[in-house]
């Protein structure tokens, strides 16, 4: 079948213009934006549809596409929206954490729900057991919770790796973000490994050098790093993971000097010096975007921009030569950054996809179905 720039454009724009209409229609906006907010004006939304219209080719080409549940199971969307909304209601937090884990998902195995898996076929260690993923991802239950709602009503239709990738999009646009179009069909995995994830996934103490290769690896570019690190608009971390830039920074027995002096009082204030054996796992956690952890934004970017970038991996980019012009750029322009991160994130989901040589759509998510079934 061959696909005309018309037939592009026409997905593009009624992927995200329908769903989105449905999309506001039921979410109440109350901690992430207002609804006017999120009904980011007729420019934007034009730009949009020309940052999906440019992506709705190459995921053709990958096997994806708009509407793909169309015919098999029409409410798809509609019941995830749903899901991820009333857990938020109840927990707004989840959005980050749903953000977090389809990123957690695609960089490792491809986007294939391989994080959600139990058991992996191979018999090795899962990836959520991974050092890299402790105590870092979460939002599991919601998945099962999504694909418990989807069962009923179309068994053994929606993969699990499209309810992670629609699970992200919804959380950003409930917090206030652009809702988008997302490319659907993907299959899911049946291996997951730990190791895998250990070296495959950025670490918050990652260098400007070591994220642009991790980034490059996925097929992901520097403006991809920036966009996509942008997601850090939402949740916390804990202080263990970035301690040592308040209290020996390079083992200078000081605070990383690029933090700012006022930050840095803030953090300590949070963050008291810890006994060397406290580990990563305990003490409080700190906003990663200061003073808008539950708002889909670019304050993310103006917090780089004056030294209050809370984690290593997050500070580099405002002073590295090929991304602190892209940090500059998306810290004065709010609707630059949320067009730009869209295309990014429809990018990032079409990693390493899987084929039905080596995927299948599970009954469960947390088990392949030759496992549980």
Same mark, same amino acid.
Request: aromatic share 8%.
């Given at each position: ?119 992996? *076929? ?20 919601? @998945? ?14 929606? +993969? ?13 646009? @409930?917090?206030?973000?652009?809702? $988008? #179009? ?9 291996? +997951? ?72 009082? *803030? ?15 305990? #003490? ?16 993310? $970017? ?18 590295? +030569? ?5 940090? +500059? ?16 994130? *429809? ?20 088990? $392949? ?5």
């Amino acid at each position: 079948m061959s696909i005309t720039m018309s037939s592009v454009y026409s997905l593009a724009f009624s992927s995200i213009y329908c769903w989105r209409e449905r999309f506001v229609a039921t979410v109440p906006f109350t901690a992430g934006g207002t609804e006017r907010e999120m009904r980011t004006g007729g420019m934007l939304g034009l730009i949009l549809v020309l940052v999906v219209a440019e992506s709705v080719s190459i995921a053709h080409a990958n096997g994806l596409r708009y509407a793909y549940y169309s015919r098999t199971c029409p409410t798809a969307e509609r019941i995830i929206a749903d899901a991820v909304r009333s857990h938020f209601q109840s927990d707004n937090t989840i959005a980050a954490g749903l953000l977090r884990l389809h990123f957690h998902d695609c960089f490792v195995q491809g986007c294939d729900g391989s994080i959600l898996l139990d058991s992996s *076929i191979d018999g090795s260690v899962v990836e959520r057991k991974a050092i890299r993923n402790n105590n870092s991802i979460r939002g599991f239950e919601i @998945i099962d919770d999504i694909k418990t709602r989807l069962e009923a009503s179309c068994p053994g239709v929606v +993969s699990c790796a499209d309810i992670v990738a629609l699970a992200a999009r919804d959380s950003v646009a @409930i917090s206030g973000g652009p809702f $988008y #179009g997302v490319p659907t069909g993907r299959l899911d995995g049946k291996i +997951s490994r730990a190791s895998d994830a250990d070296a495959d996934l950025p670490t918050a103490i990652f260098t400007a050098a070591q994220l642009k290769a991790n980034f490059n690896k996925k097929g992901l570019g520097v403006d991809d790093l920036v966009l996509l690190s942008g997601g850090h608009t939402l949740g916390r971390a804990k202080c263990a993971i970035f301690s040592d830039r308040l209290y020996n920074f390079s083992n200078t027995g000081g605070p990383d000097p690029s933090l700012s002096s006022s930050y840095l009082t *803030i953090l300590k204030s949070s963050c008291p010096q810890e006994a060397p054996s406290s580990g990563r796992d305990s #003490g409080p956690t700190v906003a990663l975007d200061k003073g808008s952890e539950f708002k889909f934004d670019n304050s993310y $970017y103006n917090n780089l921009v004056n030294g209050n970038g809370l984690l290593k991996s997050d500070a580099v980019l405002k002073d590295d +030569s090929q991304t602190k012009s892209l940090v +500059s750029s998306f810290s004065a322009n709010s609707d630059k950054f949320l067009w730009s991160f869209v295309g990014s994130m *429809i990018k990032m989901g079409q990693i390493d996809l899987k084929t039905s040589e080596n995927g299948e759509v599970r009954i469960k998510c947390n088990v $392949y179905n030759s496992a549980g079934h």
